[in-house]
C-alpha cells in the first residue's frame, strides 16, 4: 500500500464521517484522526519491530520514551 493508498483512505473516511453528521457540526475532529490512526499505526510498527521500542521509535522519528507514553496511553503495554 503505497502513501497515497493511505491518504486516500483517510480522505475517503473523513468524506464518509461529514456526509454521515448530515448538517451537524463536528467536535474534536483533529483528536478524533490522530487517536484512531495513531493506536493500528503503533500496533503494527511494534509487531514489525518485534516489540522492541528502540527500533519501533527509531522507525516512527520519535523519542523511546515517547514512544512508551503514547503505548501507555493506547494501553498497549
Known amino acids: 500500500m503505497s502513501k497515497n493508498n493511505i491518504e486516500e ?3 475517503e473516511s473523513l468524506q464518509s464521517y461529514f456526509r454521515d453528521l448530515d448538517g451537524e457540526a463536528p ?3 483533529y483528536e478524533m484522526v490522530i487517536r ?3 493506536k493500528p499505526l503503533l500496533e ?3 509487531t514489525q519491530a518485534n516489540e522492541n521500542q528502540s527500533r519501533a521509535a527509531e522507525w ?3 523519542n ?3 514512544l512508551r507514553k503514547k503505548l501507555v496511553e493506547h494501553k498497549l503495554l
Open 60 to 62: 516512527l522519528g520519535l
Open 64 to 66: 523511546r520514551n515517547t
Open 36 to 38: 484512531l490512526v495513531e
Open 44 to 46: 503494527v510498527v511494534m
Open 27 to 29: 467536535d474534536g475532529v
Open 9 to 11: 483512505c483517510v480522505r
